[in-house]
């Protein structure tokens, strides 16, 4: 199955909201309720941010939030701050073959 | 606390064989999906595939079934991703994951492996 489909990059000023997009197809996005994002620092391992469209792992920090229209899924950061400035990354059960997840392309996220 | 901890960096030769751990503490091993993730170099997250250890029940990516084999080990916690005979390709950082209670996201990860392949 192909990847799911996200911006390269997204820019902002710390204290903004800036949201992240993430595009698949009914086979995934569009027919689950099963879409988590995870953000990435350099040389470190992912970081589970949302799971399940819009659920908060524990200890999570309230300024991530996730949603969901039809085969697109968004996170959206509010108050920017400097160490949001990493690479962020979209994944969804997909009913395509035997496999339980697709991740999406990812995202680097600037804090200017 | 939870934890996965996965076995050192490896350096391996095209055509060799290599198998590499990732050990879970702090809760009951056997009882949550643990998947694997690839991680080339400079590169996005890929799916690899997914065992639930109290079974063995193991899915794999199509782009990874058949390359990879994925098994556990619940009597000593251990998760393991091998390959039998390994390609300059296989160079990437491997991360192992547990699938979070109740979701399916990955809410535990390992510190990742780096596995080099070089002639």
């Known amino acids: 199955q192909s990847a799911l489909t996200q911006p390269a990059s997204v820019s902002g000023s710390p204290g903004q909201s800036i949201t992240i997009s993430c595009t698949g197809t009914n086979s995934d996005v569009g027919g689950s309720d099963y879409v988590s994002w995870y953000q990435q620092h350099p040389g470190k391992a992912p970081k589970l941010l949302i799971y399940?469209?819009?659920n908060r792992p524990s200890g999570a920090s309230l300024r991530f939030s996730g949603s969901k229209s039809g085969n697109t899924a968004s996170l959206t950061i509010s108050g920017l701050q400097s160490e949001d400035e990493a690479d962020y990354y979209c994944?969804?059960?997909?009913?395509?073959?035997?496999?339980?997840?697709?991740f999406g392309t990812g995202t680097t996220v600037t804090v200017l | 606390e939870v934890q996965l901890v996965q076995s050192g960096t490896e350096a391996k030769k095209p055509g060799e064989s290599l198998r590499i751990s990732c050990k879970g503490t702090g809760y009951i091993f056997a009882t949550s999906w643990i998947g694997w993730v690839r991680q080339m170099p400079g590169k996005g997250l890929e799916w690899m595939g997914i065992?639930?250890?109290?079974?063995?029940?193991?899915r794999y990516s199509p782009s990874f079934d058949g390359q990879v084999t994925i098994s556990a080990d619940k009597s000593i916690s251990t998760a393991y991703l091998q390959w039998s005979s390994l390609k300059a390709s296989d160079s990437a950082k491997y991360f192992c994951?547990?699938?979070?209670?109740?979701?399916?996201?990955?809410?535990?990860w390992g510190q990742g492996t780096t596995v080099t392949v070089f002639s």
């Open positions: 399940d469209v819009n």
């Open positions: 994944s969804s059960y997909t009913s395509s073959g035997s496999t339980f997840y697709v």
């Open positions: 994951a547990r699938r979070i209670a109740g979701g399916l996201g990955l809410d535990v």
């Open positions: 065992i639930f250890p109290g079974d063995s029940d193991t």
